[in-house]
């Protein structure tokens, strides 16, 4: 048995913890400092809250009861993408064949159809016990929407694996439902100000355009802040979403077609470079892997070291298929590409 799953076992029976259950490993210790730490103990002092109310609760008149997750309908307020390679579920789903559900899911019954229930946490401990067409055990509790968004963004909390996208998009929908900036900063353990940048971040950036980027779990606030500032340019973003359909941008992983749809969105930027300015380019982890020089007779690039010279061989090789590229993407349906 894992070190998580034998705490997540205990936790009902255990003094309090500042997480509450999870369906996957425990974020390894960080090392934070004085002032941070500080800073924290407000954001995490709900969390602690609901943790000892639902412990409580357990050891007293609630109790675990098997559902058929026929009848469980996901939260209301979705916190995630879909995965395109969720080897982490195949594991649970593996463990829970093997050894059964060892961890109750939180739910409660559903607002306007009786005999079905909403889940608070647990989603894919119910997706599992689905296809292995096993009851699922739960715990049903009366949760008003706040509720259950904050027992939503405690398992998050734990987990710590939402991607800084997943983030902005939650807070937003949060936002658009009319829930408050009080209750999206709970679920999330964020304050105020990092709150404001989520949701600015998800308001700028097309749906469809995050959508087909995906969760991009490498890529931090820094680099989506910056497309969402290029996105203010109807042009800029023209042209993102004019490379988000093309098949070498879907067949690529999440981080790389964000690395492609920022590239696009700063492509005019670079062609219209001031002669003399040098404008640097980043792969998705944000590493130098390129300059772009402009001058008045033509445009250079200068490749890094040390992946220049087999990038180089590679861009010589997939030179005419990437022009063919640059030719439809420009063309568009015969029309310009900025109308």
Do not use: C, W
């Given at each position: 048995?894992s ?9 009902f ?18 090392r934070?400092?004085a ?11 709900e969390?602690e ?14 109790q675990?009861?098997?559902i058929?997750p ?11 993408f ?6 982490a579920?195949e ?5 829970i ?6 961890i109750?899911?939180?739910?409660r019954a559903?607002?306007t159809?009786?005999?079905r ?12 016990a ?11 509790r ?8 904050v027992?939503?963004g405690?398992?998050n ?5 939402l991607?800084?996208?997943?983030r902005?998009?939650f807070a937003?929908?949060l936002?658009?439902a ?7 900063q709970?679920?999330?353990?964020i ?8 949701i600015?971040?998800a308001?700028?950036v097309?749906?469809?355009?995050i ?6 779990p490498k ?5 989506w802040?910056e497309l ?6 109807k042009?800029?973003t023209?042209r993102?979403?004019?490379?988000a359909?093309l098949?070498?941008f ?11 749809a920022?590239g696009?969105?700063k ?5 219209n470079?001031?002669?003399g ?5 980043r792969?998705?982890?944000?590493l130098?892997i390129a300059e ?8 250079k690039?200068r ?7 087999a990038?180089a ?5 997939r030179?005419p298929e990437?022009?063919e590229e640059?030719?439809s993407?420009?063309t568009g ?7």
């Open positions: 048995m070190k998580r799953t034998d705490t997540i076992r205990h936790l029976a255990q003094p309090p913890s500042p997480m509450l259950s999870a369906d996957n490993n425990p974020p390894e210790p960080r934070v400092a002032g941070a730490v500080r800073s924290m103990k407000e954001s995490f002092s969390i809250r609901e943790n000892e109310v639902l412990r409580a609760r357990v050891a007293g008149s609630e675990v009861v098997e058929d026929a009848l469980i309908d996901p939260s209301p307020f979705a916190d995630r879909a995965q395109e390679d969720d080897t579920f594991a649970l789903k593996q463990s064949a093997e050894s059964g559900q060892e109750p899911v939180l739910l559903h607002g159809v009786p005999g229930y909403q889940t608070a946490f647990g989603h894919r401990r119910i997706r599992a689905r296809l292995l067409g096993r009851q699922v055990k739960a715990i049903v009366a949760l008003n929407d706040d509720e259950l968004i027992a939503q405690v398992e909390s734990a987990r710590e694996d991607s800084f996208i997943e902005a998009v937003f929908r936002e658009a009319g829930r408050s900036r009080a209750v999206i709970q679920a999330l353990a304050d105020r100000a990092e709150a404001s940048k989520l600015a971040v308001k700028a097309p749906d469809d355009l959508h087909a980027i995906g969760k991009a890529i931090g606030r820094g680099r802040q969402a500032e290029l996105m203010r340019e042009a800029a023209k993102a979403q004019a490379v359909i098949p070498a879907i067949s690529a992983d999440s981080d790389e077609r964000f690395a492609r920022l696009a969105a492509r005019k930027e670079a062609a470079a001031p002669a300015q040098i404008v640097e380019i792969d998705s982890a944000g130098s772009i020089r402009a001058s008045e007779r033509d445009v690039v490749l890094a070291k040390p992946a220049g010279s990038f061989q590679f861009l010589t090789a030179l990437l022009f640059f030719r993407f420009e349906d015969g029309k310009s590409k900025d109308n």
